[in-house]
């Protein structure tokens, strides 16, 4: 039996809104947002072979496509609320639809936010979701706001997507475990909701790490007019990527890409809060450097001598 | 040169937020709702050779991208106030993107609609907006509030679209004149955001017109739990559709897909109000059968008798 649209909309991705007043099924979901608060809105859109491979479990595609879009929330400290999902796929292929909404659901379960609406379509393999948050008016966290002297922080461990990577690249080779690891991380990130939202009074500015360390810090760097040095020795990483080679390692930590961390700025005062932010929402957080007064980026290695980074840009679609 | 990435969304998709607190350059931007307003949301996805063929001019695809989820706010009676856009293309060509913001611009600006965010991306040619738009609470116009005994409406005129498309598969043959005519009708639809906000307290269902007038209007139906007579002699139709055969005209108005235009009920006491709608809004308003209480569509010819519509489904995407 062929799977017309309607079906598949009914089957899988229809559910009960919770916090919408009016869920998939009409023209426009509809919500009303508390009073006071303001609403983080982020989109992100996936290409197979860009974003993902074909090798990718449906299960893991369905929580990576919507995780990827609550890390930009959690970025800015807001509280998902709910988000629509426009998907193209060549055919209705049951298998990879019902495994798809199995991995979407269990992290919008998981996150409390509700499915609203969006669009299916035939087409090669895309998926775009749109997500909605909010956050008490005037208290997200921006790219803007870093100040000299503050510390600069990073959640989780960097540079395993990464490796996974240039694994399934068959650049380097890894033990089925060490590769299962690296695996989970660049096909199952974590979006640091909880983390991001008990920042909001803590962190001067923060960013999630989608197209690496460097690139990501730049924007930041760039809005808020300052400049930072970071660390290598500081750079929280797994013991598979701390058994590659050197180039690799700093590679993977300082250009990495898909770690879906969170990348934020206190003051040195606020350490304590940072600390007790990341105990509260059980996620690692590690001080990595600190923001100066102007150059840009300089990467500092265990000499406490600058790295040449220049080999380290930001991620681009178009370029890479 | 390569535009990149960044270059292209800070030369064609960045500018000043009108209405929000925060637009395009961070993880998310903010919008701050107006009190008592319920936010309206709803995404389209578009796809080469199922929403729009590769002879569509830029500025049109840029306007039509737009236009077709500005048509979903419309239908619910919402205000227009931000969207996102995700575009995935094989690489930058700068005529197309110039042209496509363009045309998207254009239609932005006739609505005071902010872009606030999105992504860009290399993969094949698929463009995702998210529309968010707001309405009085318990205001919006839903598909689900039909009574018998209601009159239904439709704006514009319906079938052009079709036959242009049916013109670009040389199903049918029309001159140069009339075939600009219908073109424009496929690859411009005006969303009719004025007269869905027009009918807020008038209308008691609506629902925009992108499937067919047919399978559209199940829609209504089934959430309504009612019947409806369609009277065919009363569809507005162009000339340039009257001219067809009677076969292609009849598919063209009763399952054309790709019109844009709404389709409402309102009691019949609200008859010169929804005419006063359409004089206000500049928009065409044109009665065309009456809800009854049971039995689905019946579409009445111009002798009364109930023409075989058996052949007219609802457009589905993975199955036509």
């Not at 948050?133 to 989780?156: I, K, M, N, T, Y």
Request: glycine letters at 10%; hydrophobic letters at 45%; proline letters at 5%.
């Amino acid at each position: 039996m062929s799977v017309g649209e309607f079906d598949l909309i009914a089957r899988w991705f229809t559910r009960p809104a919770r916090r919408a007043v009016l869920g998939v099924g009409d023209d426009c979901a509809l919500l009303l947002p508390a009073p006071g608060m303001q609403l983080a809105i982020s989109s992100d859109m996936l290409v197979e072979g860009r974003h993902f491979l074909p090798t990718v479990p449906p299960e893991r595609l369905g929580h990576k496509a919507l995780a990827v879009n609550l890390s930009d929330l959690a970025a800015c400290g807001a509280r998902p609320v709910a988000f629509t999902l426009a998907l193209s796929m060549p055919r209705v292929d049951e298998a990879f639809v019902e495994g798809f909404a199995r991995g979407m659901w269990a992290l919008a379960d998981a996150q409390g936010v509700d499915l609203v609406g969006g669009d299916t379509t035939a087409g090669p393999l895309n998926i775009c979701i749109t997500v909605i948050g909010e956050v008490p008016a005037g208290q997200a966290l921006l790219r803007s706001g870093a100040h000299s002297g503050d510390e600069l922080w990073v959640s989780g461990a960097l540079g395993d997507a990464r490796l996974a990577l240039e694994a399934f690249r068959n650049h380097v080779t890894l033990g089925a475990e060490p590769f299962a690891q690296v695996r989970a991380a660049m096909e199952c990130p974590q979006p640091r909701v909880a983390l991001g939202q008990a920042l909001r009074d803590i962190a001067t500015s923060a960013i999630d790490l989608s197209d690496g360390l460097l690139g990501d810090l730049a924007h930041v760097l760039e809005r808020s007019g300052v400049g930072a040095d970071v660390e290598l020795a500081r750079l929280p990483h797994s013991e598979v990527l701390a058994a590659q080679p050197e180039a690799m390692r700093h590679e993977c930590l300082l250009a990495g890409g898909d770690d879906y961390e969170l990348l934020f700025t206190a003051p040195a005062a606020a350490q304590d809060a940072v600390r007790a932010a990341g105990r509260a929402t059980a996620t690692r957080v590690t001080k990595i450097g600190r923001i100066v007064e102007r150059g840009g980026v300089t990467v500092l290695d265990t000499h406490g001598r600058p790295l040449d980074c220049s080999a380290y840009g930001a991620f681009d679609h178009f370029r890479s």
